[in-house]
């Protein structure tokens, strides 16, 4: 008999939620995280801008699970911290093209909300988006109703307690250095704060460790072919109460999806987007005076290069934002934060999948964006996933 009969690894937004969810049903569920908390704020979890997608970013041929656990998430999370006082918002989302080229692409996401049966969205001309937004230039615009923004910190910690309440039990500091399977068994090799091991044994695995989830698929079975292209986002934030210019009356402002070209290929980003916080979490009120922006994603070498001070300056982030919010300069701008995406090489999806000589081990692999909107959709598929293998 196994020590432990379910063993997640990692602590974030996913480990928490598939914490929560598969507490419901099974005992003895252990969760392992490294970081000496669960709400360190040091990982994906938390240094992001707290966006909920709605999933019209997603195509159906390259991208079908975040496609589909993106807007299946969206309305688990807001009911979610409904019920359970975690501060969140449907702002709603404005998409705005400047001129006549990007109109065109704004058309070919329009027809993939369609397709992804996002709620609501419709092309807005440019009177209706200066009612919307006053201090936001565009020649038209994608209004996403279903679009918000939520604390992820808090989001994180309620998870956690939830969980921890119904019996999960929250290894932190423990760090899972080897893993192997041993008969019907997988053996974890754990690494203390002390700098104790200890060898346990478990039925099932679920690794749910982000940017170091290829590692620890590794670890179980060498030949995994899934491998990190470590990704991070930059960010930075101003002040509305500056002055009149900087004002949003409170939604999420994104540019036109921008094509980039690089030596593997080409692929639309985001962009750098403009997202509203509260002011006080703990008291939820909104919108608050200060306003991220970004993030502009750089490739790194280093899967835990975490810039502390900037590495771009704030003019680039200006020159972007302010092609669509043009009183934005870069002086109003302050360093915010940087976070490191779980994004793989030639994978654009969610993989969540086991591993194919381990049947004990299920890999969440590449959670990147929209990771933190899908965390209650993912774990329902991961639940679904364990109640197949007991």
Same mark, same amino acid.
């Not at 593997?264 to 997202?275: A, N």
């Given at each position: 008999?196994?020590?432990?009969?379910?063993?997640?690894?990692?602590?974030?937004?996913?480990?928490?939620?598939?914490?929560?969810?598969?507490?419901?049903?099974?005992?003895?569920?252990?969760?392992?995280?490294?970081?000496?908390?669960?709400?360190?704020?040091?990982?994906?979890?938390?240094?992001?801008?707290?966006?909920?997608?709605?999933?019209?970013?997603?195509?159906?041929?390259?991208?079908?699970?975040?496609?589909?656990?993106?807007?299946?998430?969206?309305?688990?999370?807001?009911?979610?911290?409904?019920?359970?006082?975690?501060?969140?918002?449907?702002?709603?989302?404005?998409?705005?093209?400047?001129?006549?080229?990007?109109?065109?692409?704004?058309?070919?996401?329009?027809?993939?909300?369609?397709?992804?049966?996002?709620?609501?969205?419709?092309?807005?001309?440019?009177?209706?988006?200066?009612?919307?937004?006053?201090?936001?230039?565009?020649?038209?615009?994608?209004?996403?109703?279903?679009?918000?923004?939520?604390?992820?910190?808090?989001?994180?910690?309620?998870?956690?307690?939830?969980?921890?309440?119904?019996?999960?039990?929250?290894?932190?500091?423990?760090?899972?250095?080897?893993?192997?399977?041993?008969?019907?068994?997988?053996?974890?090799?754990?690494?203390?704060?002390?700098?104790?091991?200890?060898?346990?044994?478990?039925?099932?695995?679920?690794?749910?460790?982000?940017?170091?989830?290829?590692?620890?698929?590794?670890?179980?079975?060498?030949?995994?072919?899934?491998?990190?292209?470590?990704?991070?986002?930059?960010a930075y934030k101003f002040y509305m109460d500056k002055r009149p210019s900087l004002?949003?009356?409170?939604?999420?402002?994104?540019?036109?999806?921008?094509?980039?070209?690089?030596?593997? /290929? $080409?692929?639309? =980003? !985001? #962009?750098?987007? +403009?997202? *509203?916080?509260?002011?006080?979490?703990?008291? %939820?009120?909104? @919108? /608050? $005076?200060?306003? =991220? !922006? #970004?993030?502009? +994603?750089? *490739?790194?070498?280093?899967?835990?290069?975490? %810039?502390?001070? @900037?590495?771009?300056?704030?003019?680039?982030?200006?020159?972007?934002?302010?092609?669509?919010?043009?009183?934005?300069?870069?002086?109003?701008?302050?360093?915010?934060?940087?976070?490191?995406?779980?994004?793989?090489?030639?994978?654009?999806?969610?993989?969540?999948?086991?591993?194919?000589?381990?049947?004990?081990?299920?890999?969440?692999?590449g959670i990147d964006s929209p990771g933190l909107t899908s965390c209650l959709s993912v774990a329902q598929f991961v639940?679904?996933?364990?109640?197949?293998?007991?």
């Amino acid at each position: 008999m196994s020590d432990i009969p379910i063993a997640i690894i990692g602590g974030g937004v996913i480990g928490c939620a598939v914490a929560w969810e598969l507490s419901s049903r099974h005992e003895n569920v252990f969760l392992f995280e490294k970081n000496p908390g669960i709400t360190q704020g040091e990982n994906q979890s938390s240094r992001n801008s707290g966006v909920i997608h709605s999933g019209l970013y997603y195509d159906q041929e390259t991208r079908p699970k975040k496609a589909r656990l993106c807007i299946k998430g969206n309305q688990l999370l807001y009911d979610f911290c409904n019920k359970h006082n975690v501060p969140a918002k449907r702002t709603g989302k404005l998409i705005v093209a400047i001129d006549s080229a990007q109109d065109e692409i704004l058309d070919i996401y329009l027809k993939r909300a369609l397709l992804n049966n996002v709620p609501g969205v419709k092309k807005i001309p440019a009177p209706q988006v200066s009612k919307l937004e006053p201090n936001v230039r565009a020649v038209s615009a994608l209004l996403v109703p279903s679009a918000g923004i939520v604390e992820p910190t808090e989001l994180v910690y309620r998870l956690y307690t939830l969980a921890s309440n119904n019996g999960v039990e929250f290894m932190t500091g423990t760090e899972i250095i080897g893993l192997q399977k041993n008969g019907d068994e997988i053996l974890l090799d754990i690494l203390y704060p002390d700098d104790q091991t200890e060898q346990v044994s478990s039925s099932l695995v679920i690794n749910a460790s982000g940017v170091d989830a290829d590692l620890i698929a590794r670890m179980i079975n060498p030949e995994s072919l899934y491998e990190l292209d470590p990704v991070r986002g930059d960010a930075y934030k101003f002040y509305m109460d500056k002055r009149p210019s900087l004002g949003l009356s409170g939604m999420n402002v994104y540019p036109t999806p921008e094509l980039v070209v690089t030596q593997d /290929g $080409s692929h639309f =980003t !985001v #962009g750098v987007h +403009l997202t *509203p916080t509260f002011e006080d979490p703990s008291e %939820a009120s909104f @919108p /608050g $005076s200060t306003v =991220t !922006v #970004g993030p502009k +994603l750089v *490739p790194i070498k280093h899967r835990h290069d975490m %810039a502390e001070t @900037p590495h771009i300056p704030s003019d680039l982030f200006a020159e972007k934002a302010g092609t669509f919010f043009p009183g934005l300069k870069s002086d109003d701008l302050i360093w915010h934060q940087s976070g490191i995406q779980a994004r793989l090489k030639d994978h654009p999806d969610f993989e969540i999948t086991r591993d194919p000589l381990n049947p004990g081990v299920i890999n969440l692999l590449g959670i990147d964006s929209p990771g933190l909107t899908s965390c209650l959709s993912v774990a329902q598929f991961v639940g679904e996933m364990v109640k197949e293998f007991f």
